[in-house]
């Protein structure tokens, strides 16, 4: 039974993971985008007669493969609080492979927008506020839909993904929640190579349809995958 106490951290945490604040975002990236963003929206209204200019998202940008670039984005609080909420949903829900996958691309997930819509809607709106800054300044592309999972690794259920590419989105975007707490893991690009995990919270962004890729195997843990399927949809 829980007690007072427990409950009200818990309810605290609900209220904090639905409410989209400054502090989710890495103060780095957070001061980047509002400086970057007068130099984005100039572009757009001069209609792109001029090229983009380099802005301050660039410095914080990497590109450690060809056209696979890594961005630091939550901050390690957030994913911390989002992850202990992962595991309350884990106890409650489970894990569940997508039965509209075929065997080996099914990896236990929990989807925000079917268990916590009201966690999917606040990770969506720091796709739309820092998320699109980071896409426009990449590739002119701006995201206006998309689907969230928590994603996980262990050497009980699924230790390494299959070869694969994200048919049903445009942008994909992978944040490891607990980088440390497992050993192995990466994620491997076919005919690019392997970027190694990142640090809690950072992002490895890439095209979805083009970019054939697959988890590498975790050697002991779990590794928690916080992913984004993000479409460029026509309004």
């Not at 309350?88 to 489970?94: Q, T």
Request: charged fraction near 25%.
């Amino acid at each position: 039974m829980i007690n007072l106490a427990e409950e009200i951290k818990y309810k605290t945490k609900n209220i904090l993971l639905e409410h989209p604040a400054d502090w989710y975002i890495q103060k780095d990236t957070f001061n980047a985008v509002e400086e970057s963003i007068p130099s984005i929206v100039d572009f757009y209204e001069k209609e792109g007669e001029k090229a983009p200019v380099k802005n301050n998202l660039h410095k914080i940008i990497k590109e450690p493969l060809k056209d696979v670039y890594t961005a630091p984005f939550f901050s390690e609080k957030f994913c911390e609080i989002l992850l202990d909420e992962v595991k309350s949903l884990e106890d409650f829900y489970g894990f569940v492979p997508n039965p509209d996958e075929d065997t080996l691309r099914q990896i236990p997930e929990i989807t925000f927008q079917d268990n916590c819509p009201e966690i999917f809607q606040s990770l969506m709106q720091t796709i739309y506020t820092i998320g699109n800054p980071i896409f426009l300044s990449i590739w002119n592309r701006y995201v206006n839909a998309g689907a969230i999972q928590v994603a996980n690794y262990n050497l009980k259920d699924k230790k390494q993904g299959a070869w694969h590419h994200d048919a049903s989105a445009d942008i994909s975007m992978v944040v490891p929640l607990n980088t440390g707490n497992y050993r192995g893991g990466g994620t491997e690009f076919l005919n690019r190579g392997t970027v190694e995990p990142l640090p809690t919270g950072h992002a490895l962004i890439f095209p979805s349809f083009t970019h054939m890729h697959r988890g590498l195997s975790v050697e002991s843990g779990d590794r928690y995958l916080l992913v984004f399927w993000l479409k460029c949809l026509e309004e």
